[in-house]
């Protein structure tokens, strides 16, 4: 039994935390991508070579890139789609020709990762990133008022969501809406109210099936482009796992993966695992998954979630939340030394802990990305690190 290989996500010369900083957690690798190209068009050999070797200038190496965006025209099979998807060709063999080798992309809808609160107080002291499903239904029913927005709720749930709205002030319901729809690290898009409604307009009429068919007419297009380039393709999975704003969601469940890995049955289309995403969903078992997906699992997230009867969710600590964090990083391990036993060169898999709490002096600075401060990845690791060495040591006496 192997460890895994340690990454951490950098968001560029422009993130605070620095690339000695990455250095100094014991990361050998980062997770990146151009995050200034996100209009849809082709990143170049001359986009991507200067940023590969001022990284490996730090002592570091650049191979997973996460993420290169998809076009809203491509999800929504607008008239651009054509054109969108000839650049994401391009930028695929670009990556390749460059030395890169896995690629990390998702098909959410209109918004990435969402959050109502990005500060939530632990009792640790330190702040977690949080869901809270009523202060959501509030915004989503009261505020944002999107035609057919009640269907979306059970009457339990519209009360409770009637009831939370009267007890916020406008201050705070003006916060919950910057969280949810002014953009987040790496997001390709930026909204206020009215332009966030414009583009849920985009998908009046898209179903869930109209949704899968639009990613497998994209994965039949690019998936041999990779397979020529040498990139594996790594779908994350929505976060959440289930529909936002009445928008389908397609890649929330085992079943979704089986469906996603069908409509392009090769090693290369395959999964960006994120206990995180999965672990929101109860019904999503993550040792059975890994042991199912795990020979097309080509990149880790690793965070935990605690989950609340009502929907809710907040980022646990990596070893404690609803997930069996040891249980599942074991069970990836296995899986290596199943790769390595096959004889494939790709048996060691990359993965970098996610969305770490705010802590110690990182909570007093001015500039942080939401998720992805230095302290509470460091401590994710650290945690991490012990249950891979651990779970050697044991293998070796047992």
């Known amino acids: 039994m192997q460890p895994m290989r340690e990454t951490l996500r950098w968001y560029g010369p422009d993130d605070p935390v620095t690339l000695d900083h990455v250095r100094q957690t014991g990361a050998t690798e980062v997770v990146s991508a151009l995050h200034h190209i996100y209009d849809g068009r082709a990143w170049s050999d001359d986009d991507i070579a200067p940023y590969k070797s001022r990284i490996a200038a730090a002592g570091?190496?650049?191979?997973?890139?996460e993420s290169v965006p998809v076009h809203n025209d491509i999800k929504?099979?607008?008239?651009?789609?054509?054109?969108?998807?000839a650049a994401y060709q391009d930028t695929i063999r670009a990556?390749?020709?460059q030395g890169l080798t896995t690629l990390?992309?998702?098909?959410?809808p209109v918004v990435d990762w969402t959050r109502t609160n990005l500060r939530h107080k632990m009792p640790s002291t330190g702040y977690a990133l949080r869901f809270d499903a009523v202060d959501f239904a509030a915004y989503d029913l009261f505020v944002l008022r999107r035609p057919g927005v009640a269907q979306d709720y059970s009457n339990a749930q519209i009360a409770a969501a009637e009831t939370r709205f009267q007890t916020l002030t406008p201050d705070e319901m003006a916060a919950i809406e910057r969280t949810l729809i002014a953009g987040l690290p790496a997001t390709e898009r930026k909204f206020d109210r009215a332009s966030f409604l414009d583009a849920l307009r985009?998908?009046?009429g898209i179903t869930p099936a109209d949704l899968r068919a639009n990613l497998a007419y994209f994965l039949s297009e690019i998936v041999p482009v990779a397979e020529e380039a040498g990139i594996k393709l790594c779908i994350h999975p929505d976060d959440p796992p289930f529909?936002?704003?009445?928008?389908p969601r397609v890649v929330s469940t085992a079943a979704d993966i089986r469906a996603i890995f069908a409509a392009a049955d090769t090693p290369t289309n395959g999964l960006t695992f994120c206990t995180g995403s999965f672990g929101v969903r109860q019904d999503n078992d993550l040792v059975a998954m890994v042991r199912e997906f795990g020979p097309r699992i080509h990149f880790v997230h690793l965070r935990n979630v605690t989950r609340e009867p009502d929907?809710?969710?907040?980022?646990a600590d990596h070893l404690g939340g609803s997930t069996d964090m040891p249980a599942v990083v074991i069970a990836l391990m296995r899986e290596q030394d199943r790769r390595r036993a096959e004889g494939r060169t790709d048996w060691n898999l990359p993965m970098r802990p996610d969305h770490g709490h705010l802590l110690a002096d990182d909570i007093g600075k001015a500039r942080i990305n939401p998720g992805y401060s230095l302290i509470g990845r460091l401590k994710g690791m650290a945690e991490?690190?012990?249950v891979m060495h651990g779970a050697i040591a044991m293998e070796g006496a047992g």
Do not use: K, Q, T
């Open 60 to 65: 570091l190496i650049w191979d997973v890139v």
């Open 76 to 85: 929504i099979a607008g008239p651009g789609r054509a054109a969108r998807i």
């Open 384 to 386: 991490l690190r012990g």
């Open 202 to 204: 985009d998908y009046d």
């Open 95 to 97: 990556l390749g020709r």
């Open 311 to 315: 929907g809710s969710f907040h980022e």
């Open 243 to 247: 529909s936002l704003y009445g928008l």
């Open 104 to 108: 990390c992309y998702n098909f959410m």
